[in-house]
Nanobody
Framework: QMQLVESGGGLVQVGGSLRLSCGAS????????CGWFRQAPGKEREFVAV????????YYADSVKGRFTISRDNAKTTVYLQMNNLKPEDTAVYYC??????????????????????WGKGTLVTVSS
């Protein structure tokens, strides 16, 4: 069993930036696709971004494309979500998830969430206006 732990959430003003991190207590994530999902108050969880296990492909929700970037460190123990130009609608709990050997031709957000093998407990991002 692998435990994912997110960090880096907090309060930021509109237009600001945050970088979220996700790790597995030093365990390698090299065999996992890693994704970020979020859930705003009163709304369903939604897909944000995913990085394939090979590192060769990234996918983003249209709402964050051009503002968010998903990446992984060289040691492949930490996955990041760099969030720029934050908007009030980005306010949510952000969850990291991992899918063993995940590679995706076409990303269907609902199927992608079901494919994830492990989930973190989330980190809260609040964007204030």
């Amino acid at each position: 069993q692998m435990q994912l732990v997110e960090s880096g959430g907090g309060l930021v003003q509109v237009g600001g930036s945050l970088r979220l991190s996700c790790g597995a207590s030093g365990r390698s994530l090299s065999s996992y696709a890693c994704g970020w999902f979020r859930q705003a108050p009163g709304k369903e969880r939604e897909f944000v971004a995913v990085l394939s296990w090979s590192g060769g492909s990234t996918y983003y929700a249209d709402s964050v494309k051009g503002r968010f970037t998903i990446s992984r460190d060289n040691a492949k123990t930490t996955v990041y979500l760099q969030m720029n130009n934050l908007k009030p609608e980005d306010t949510a709990v952000y969850y990291c998830a991992a899918d063993f050997l995940g590679e995706y031709g076409v990303v269907d957000p609902t199927s992608l969430a079901r494919a994830m093998d492990y989930w973190g407990k989330g980190t809260l991002v609040t964007v204030s206006s």
